[in-house]
């Protein structure tokens, strides 16, 4: 396959019964979901959508936000989902940031932040296409030979970057994970987490295997239950939040098909691990997924022992701990993690950067802090940018939110550096809580002394009403 649009042809002709889709609107087979995409498709070219062009695709979760996606990849287009929760003035900004021609959207309000707002009935339900002021000919990514994606870095530190995945590397990045994964045409994905954010991998992989997307939009533990039990989910894909509210779910509970469940966004508590598996007779596996390279490392050998890994490398990627001059570290030691192999991706938007341009040595420098142990096991330690340095110790703040977001009535939280006067920084710590009138600060720091180094304690504690998160749910940093 050298086009992503040739995951869907193929998974129709292959499995044309099978069930693509569980949604909102009921089922939908591969035969289906290829018909309605290839009249969309249609469409799209004959109101102007041309080989270069970018297409805003703004809609939620469910069929449409497929066939939207693999409708402007099969015109050769360069799709660019953008969150339906944003605001308007997020959306016009990227629109404009990613030189896009076209807005295709389920809403009307959306579509008018371009012009010449046009409504277009050829699907079951109404969809919407709009031009924006960018002219046909000046392209969205001229420089990127067969750019099928544009996805935006979530900017939790600092300004987003607009990354480029080319047809040829989304392909890459979809074999490389599944020879990890190992799904199947008979795997039913439950689907929790945003499409917009989590799409290159995941749902390019389901569909190129031939796996049903079991669309749950409902975050509650027994929606997910019901959802997994209901239409026989073999592996779920979620975030530390999703896992938590299932291993903490108050009543009894079995999930008898599920096999695999995967936490990805962010690192989870290996306490929430525990009492999942407990619960579940289900171990959770981490996975590290990161735009510019895909889903390249995967802890499903050693999930039960170490929940905190993220774990081992796919095997056709490469990774390595190293020190600033990209000298290579002993095994156990803290360093930087550097990764390279097939599947990454093909450059920036702007100013326009090719992938050559941001290799140091061929590796891809991710910008976390990882350990890896003698047998290849890696184990994130935090973001470069964001340790905080305590009289020479280094301290991430990952760890230390870890523990605090497993004190009771603790919603979520972020760490931050403080300056000091003596040991240049201390921790202090932001919380969002269930309930204000019931928090005790002196009780959070003495859980934080049962739990943590002395000079990794926090030495503020701030209580805020919200803690911000990025669209793919990782915490904003300053």
Same mark, same amino acid.
């Given at each position: 396959m050298n086009n992503v649009y040739d995951t869907l042809t193929h998974s129709a002709r292959q499995w044309p019964d099978h069930i693509a889709v569980f949604d909102e609107y009921g089922t939908l087979t591969y035969s289906e979901l290829y018909e309605q995409t290839e009249k969309l498709k249609h469409s799209l070219v004959d109101n102007g959508v041309i080989k270069g062009t970018g297409i805003g695709i703004i809609c939620s979760n469910s069929r449409y936000f497929i066939i939207f996606l693999y409708a402007s990849i099969a015109c050769e287009a360069i799709a660019m989902p953008i969150s339906h929760q944003q605001k308007p003035n997020e959306i016009l900004q990227a629109l404009t940031e990613a030189n896009l021609h076209f807005v295709l959207s389920e809403k009307r309000e959306d579509a008018e932040l371009g012009k010449n707002v046009l409504e277009l009935n050829e699907l079951p339900k109404e969809y919407f296409l709009s031009r924006t002021p960018r002219p046909l000919t000046e392209l969205t990514a001229s420089f990127i030979p067969n750019a099928a994606f544009i996805r935006f870095t979530s900017g939790t530190t600092g300004k987003a970057k607009g990354v480029i995945i080319s047809h040829q590397s989304a392909i890459e990045r979809v074999t490389g994970a599944n020879e990890a994964l190992q799904l199947t045409n008979k795997d039913r994905v439950v689907w929790v987490l945003p499409m917009a954010y989590h799409f290159v991998v995941s749902i390019v992989l389901y569909i190129k295997c031939g796996a049903g997307i079991i669309i749950n939009n409902n975050f509650l533990a027994e929606s997910i239950i019901e959802s997994i039990? !209901? %239409? !026989?989910? *073999? %592996?779920? &894909? #979620?975030?530390?939040?999703? $896992?938590?509210?299932? #291993? *903490? &779910?108050?009543?009894? #509970?079995? +999930?008898? *098909? +599920? *096999?695999?469940? $995967?936490?990805t966004t962010t690192g989870i508590n290996p306490e929430i691990c525990n009492d999942f598996q407990n619960k579940y007779n289900i171990p959770v596996s981490q996975a590290y997924g990161i735009i510019e390279i895909g889903l390249p490392i995967i802890n499903l050998k050693r999930s039960e022992e170490f929940p905190e890994a993220v774990g081992y490398s796919v095997p056709s990627c490469e990774v390595a701990i190293l020190d600033k001059n990209l000298h290579p570290l002993a095994d156990e030691e803290t360093g930087l993690l550097g990764i390279r192999g097939p599947g990454m991706f093909d450059g920036y938007l702007s100013p326009p950067t090719y992938r050559k341009d941001v290799l140091k040595n061929g590796w891809f420098m991710t910008g976390d802090y990882a350990v890896r142990k003698k047998d290849g096991l890696i184990i994130i330690k935090g973001r470069e940018k964001n340790v905080i340095n305590i009289a020479g110790n280094k301290v991430f703040p990952d760890e230390i939110e870890t523990v605090i977001n497993t004190y009771d009535g603790v919603r979520n939280s972020k760490a931050f550096a403080k300056i000091h006067p003596l040991l240049g920084e201390v921790v202090a710590v932001d919380v969002e809580l269930e309930n204000k009138e019931d928090f005790d600060p002196e009780a959070l720091i003495t859980f934080c002394r049962k739990k943590l180094s002395s000079f990794k304690i926090p030495q503020f504690v701030i209580v805020v009403d919200e803690i911000p998160l990025t669209g793919s749910g990782k915490t904003k940093r300053v």
């Open positions: 039990n !209901k %239409f !026989k989910g *073999t %592996f779920l &894909y #979620a975030a530390p939040m999703h $896992i938590k509210l299932l #291993a *903490t &779910y108050n009543k009894e #509970a079995e +999930l008898r *098909t +599920l *096999t695999k469940v $995967i936490s």
